[in-house]
């Protein structure tokens, strides 16, 4: 497991524990630097694990994506070339990659098919991030065809949920409102005014489903796979299936949360794309779909935020 420690990681490794998978080996960002490729390969010569799971990512927001282009794009690329490499060399057969919704292009027609890979302009914001995971799809595809391994890619919508990162700046959309909430609620701030006009559609998945989907894509018969994807075109997406305005999801949050003031919206600042929903048929098809719901996933999220972060003042 690559990335264990970050929020889809650690929710797979709960999966994983939940399915009664015992013999997880794991390293800290301290133990390995998955950027090393000499320190990457003597770990998989030293454990040659069955399956290799490669969350591990430099993830943030829209902010985060625009101060520092140059470390998303070189530590996603080198990390993703090391595990799929190294894992190559010492013979292991299986690896799944995670990616991200941001591959698609910004004007993608929606929902947002598979096929819509490298058929437009990427969103400029996070343009680096997405380049990265395009290019971890196709090294799983290009070892898939050269040397007859079985490395799968699966590109998840917005998540959210346990373990997420609150960083004000940093951090996505979810745990961002969450926090300003929770904040405006301790303080008793009148008003909460949120980026745009609240018009924006996006997709939210709880982290645990996407860990669930996660090992069910794995764990997929090679034929049954191989049916439903195209050599060239392998990956799968996963999405709850539905979206919501970032109004809506405010307010939302703002119910869960428990804050009573009012929300107020900024249109001199960005909306960003209109829509960004996944289209998940394929999945769909294989079996496989979204258990929870939006306001139970942000409930049990808020409940983290207040059990795990520091900042809470009581």
């Known amino acids: ?40 390969r003597a770990f998989f010569e030293i454990e040659k694990p069955d399956q290799v799971y490669l969350a591990a990512a430099k993830v943030g927001g829209i902010h985060a994506n625009n101060t520092y282009p140059a470390e998303f794009i070189y530590g996603n690329l080198m990390v993703q070339a090391n595990v ?108 909460v005014v949120i980026w745009g006009s609240g018009s924006p559609m996006r997709e939210f998945l709880y982290v645990d489903d996407m860990a669930s989907a996660s090992i069910f894509v794995m764990n997929l018969d090679k034929s049954i796979y191989n049916q439903h994807t195209e050599a060239m075109l392998s990956h799968i997406n996963v999405g709850f299936g539905s979206d919501v305005t970032i109004k809506s999801l405010a307010q939302t949050i703002s119910e869960v949360v428990g804050y009573r003031g009012d929300i107020g919206f900024d249109i001199t600042k960005p909306d960003g794309t209109a829509r960004k929903l996944m289209d998940s048929r394929r999945l769909n098809s294989l079996g496989w779909h979204a258990n929870m719901n939006l306001k139970d996933g942000l409930t049990k999220a808020y409940q983290d935020y207040l059990t795990n972060t520091e900042v809470l003042r009581k």
């Open 84 to 191: 799929i490499h190294s894992a190559f060399e010492v013979g292991i057969q299986k690896l799944l990659f995670l990616g991200s919704s941001c591959i698609y292009p910004k004007t993608a027609r929606q929902p947002m098919r598979e096929d819509a890979l490298l058929t437009g302009i990427l969103e400029s914001t996070n343009e680096p991030y997405a380049v990265a995971k395009i290019a971890g799809i196709k090294l799983c595809e290009s070892y898939n065809r050269q040397y007859g391994v079985d490395y799968r890619s699966v590109m998840p919508t917005n998540l959210y949920g346990v373990g997420d990162n609150y960083h004000l700046e940093n951090s996505h959309v979810i745990p961002a409102l969450i926090r300003r909430f929770h904040e405006a609620k301790i303080s008793n701030v009148p008003e």
């Open 1 to 40: 497991m690559a990335g264990h420690r970050g929020m889809v990681g650690s929710a797979i490794i709960r999966e994983l524990a939940k399915q009664g998978q015992t013999n997880i080996v794991v390293r800290t960002h301290a133990e390995l630097d998955l950027t090393n490729q000499q320190a990457v």
